[in-house]
């Protein structure tokens, strides 16, 4: 399809293990953002991309978080030591500029057991 | 820093009712774009709409309808004669154009249910 592709749909893993979280975003977008979204919550900024610059990374939360884009396209989020608390639904974001609308993708459901 | 209210955790009505969604958001930029998100039961989030501070004409899509108010630092969302497929988290979002942070702050969503 023509969207944000985030996989894996969904992720178990064991409190103490590193994950990793894939996001293709729109073909041709510059900009790409990473969001949390614990339950019941509204969405926390993590990291943002934008083309070559060095990227915005104010929102990660420790760091047990990384993030990268290869390529100014395809990125990843690592979360080392996994706790529980890093439950939550992860969603990636492109647009094509800096302010403009941003598509998100279905998330990646991590449940940290 | 940019700051997104959406003060009404949850609104019910019943079908065909008129529901306004209330945003008031905080910045220092002058130059900076506002948000509504809509995320259904299947957790995707939808664009509505997308509108630069510059531009306080109100605006109206469908059952769909927008009130920017600059004065008082407002964006509410009015759904017209609202159907169950409305049911969802709304989500309003500020990005500043001018500081060197270019991401989108949320507000905490206004879960809105409407009952046939």
């Known amino acids: 399809g023509a969207g944000v592709s985030q996989s894996p749909s969904n992720k178990v893993t064991e409190k103490g293990k590193d994950v990793e979280l894939r996001c293709d975003p729109i073909?041709?977008?510059?900009?790409l953002y990473w969001y949390r979204q614990s339950l019941g919550q509204g969405l926390e900024f993590l990291i943002y991309?934008?083309?070559?610059?060095?990227?915005?990374k104010s929102g990660l939360p420790s760091d047990r978080f990384s993030a990268e884009r290869t390529g100014g396209s395809v990125s990843t989020l690592t979360i080392q030591r996994t706790q529980q608390e890093d439950s939550a639904v992860y969603l990636c974001?492109?647009?094509?500029?800096?302010?403009?609308?941003?598509?998100f993708g279905q998330g990646t459901r991590l449940t940290v057991v | 820093a940019q700051k997104v209210t959406q003060a009404q955790t949850e609104i019910s009505v019943v079908e065909k009712e008129d529901v306004t969604l209330d945003c008031v958001y905080e910045?220092?930029?002058?130059?900076?774009?506002l948000f509504w998100y809509k995320q259904p039961p299947s957790g995707e989030l939808v664009f509505l709409i997308r509108?630069?501070?510059?531009?306080?004409q109100n605006e109206i899509s469908g059952r769909y309808s927008w009130n920017f108010q600059k004065s008082t630092s407002s964006f509410n969302f009015t759904i017209t004669a609202s159907q169950v497929v409305d049911s969802a988290v709304y989500f309003c979002?500020?990005?500043?154009?001018?500081?060197?942070?270019?991401?989108?702050?949320f507000g905490s969503g206004t879960q809105l249910t409407v009952l046939p």
């Open positions: 974001a492109s647009s094509a500029r800096r302010t403009g609308e941003a598509f």
């Open positions: 509108r630069n501070s510059f531009d306080e």
């Open positions: 991309f934008q083309g070559n610059s060095a990227p915005d």
């Open positions: 979002a500020l990005s500043e154009a001018g500081g060197s942070a270019r991401q989108l702050t």
């Open positions: 910045t220092r930029d002058t130059t900076y774009y």
């Open positions: 073909s041709g977008h510059t900009a």
